[in-house]
């Protein structure tokens, strides 16, 4: 058994969200995503992986899903071409300090306002709330394009969310998400699935939800949801897996460890149904 796992599981479990969202913020302890520790490298992922579809955001509305209250990936991705973007969070978590930071390069497409940093709404659009809900969704027009960073991981409703989703994206919409299926105690990429549900939920879970899906797992709901899906394995650590998998649990397993044994994914859906 892994003392040190199960300790620092627990503690991240047990912690207060408000804490945590604090250290989150100041990127102490707690790591955030590559949206907010290198954000022009975010977007000019996105682009890259796009324009290899041929796919462009010229001209575009694009969605930011889970952009962690940090403006940089959408005033890039509208310096690079979109026509407007959509940057939507659950939580209303503004990071202010590094806002003010994109004023000099960025200025057109923001504006202040006391201490605080603003989208300019003719080029952003703020979509804060539950996607699912339908006064949520009302307040944006159908986008073009859907971008996610290591967001689908921590979501507790991938089916219904998936599906609101898909319910904003236009025809010919197309969505590009990247998900990180590894536990985020990173030292120990396939931990998590050695436990039962309800020990994990109750005890072992971060405050930030890791749902525990696998490939196949997504690769059902997206392909419920859209006529169109593209899956790329980015990267897969079967040694690691072999080593552990007596002890992962028969639910995250099909018996082919190349399937079972991939950690980092992403996914190119359109034509939603």
């Given at each position: ?25 100041r ?20 682009v ?6 041929s ?14 209250g ?29 806002n003010l ?6 200025g057109?497409?923001l504006?202040?306002?006391g ?8 080029f952003?659009?703020?979509?804060h ?30 089916p ?12 010919q919409?197309?969505?590009l998400?990247?998900?990180?299926l590894?536990d985020?105690f990173?030292k120990y990429?396939f ?11 109750n005890?072992l879970?971060p ?7 696998r490939w ?8 419920a ?18 080593k ?14 190349t399937v ?9 859906a359109?034509?939603?149904?």
């Amino acid at each position: 058994m892994n003392l040190r796992y199960l300790f620092l599981r627990l503690l991240r479990h047990f912690m207060p969200e408000g804490l945590a969202r604090f250290l989150l913020k100041r990127r102490w302890i707690i790591k955030p995503g590559l949206e907010s520790t290198d954000p022009f490298s975010a977007s000019a992922r996105y682009v890259d992986t796009l324009s290899a579809q041929s796919v462009s955001i010229a001209g575009k509305r694009v969605l930011v899903f889970g952009y962690g209250g940090r403006f940089a990936v959408g005033v890039d991705l509208l310096k690079r071409g979109a026509a407007h973007v959509v940057l939507c969070d659950h939580f209303v978590l503004l990071d202010t300090e590094r806002n003010l930071e994109l004023l000099s390069a960025y200025g057109q497409y923001l504006k202040v306002e006391g201490d605080e940093v603003q989208p300019r709404g003719e080029f952003i659009t703020l979509l804060h709330g539950d996607i699912r809900e339908e006064v949520v969704q009302r307040q944006v027009s159908q986008v073009d394009i859907i971008l996610s960073t290591s967001v689908f991981e921590h979501l507790d409703d991938v089916p219904g969310i998936t599906k609101a989703l898909a319910k904003l994206t236009a025809p010919q919409g197309v969505h590009l998400h990247f998900v990180d299926l590894r536990d985020h105690f990173f030292k120990y990429p396939f931990e998590m699935l050695k436990f039962p549900e309800g020990v994990w939920r109750n005890f072992l879970n971060p405050t930030s939800n890791l749902n525990r899906y696998r490939w196949n797992d997504y690769k059902g709901v997206f392909e419920a949801n859209f006529s169109k899906v593209e899956f790329t394995v980015l990267e897969r650590l079967v040694d690691e897996f072999h080593k552990v998998r007596e002890s992962v649990r028969a639910e995250f397993k099909t018996g082919d460890e190349t399937v079972d044994a991939v950690t980092l994914i992403h996914v190119i859906a359109s034509q939603p149904k």
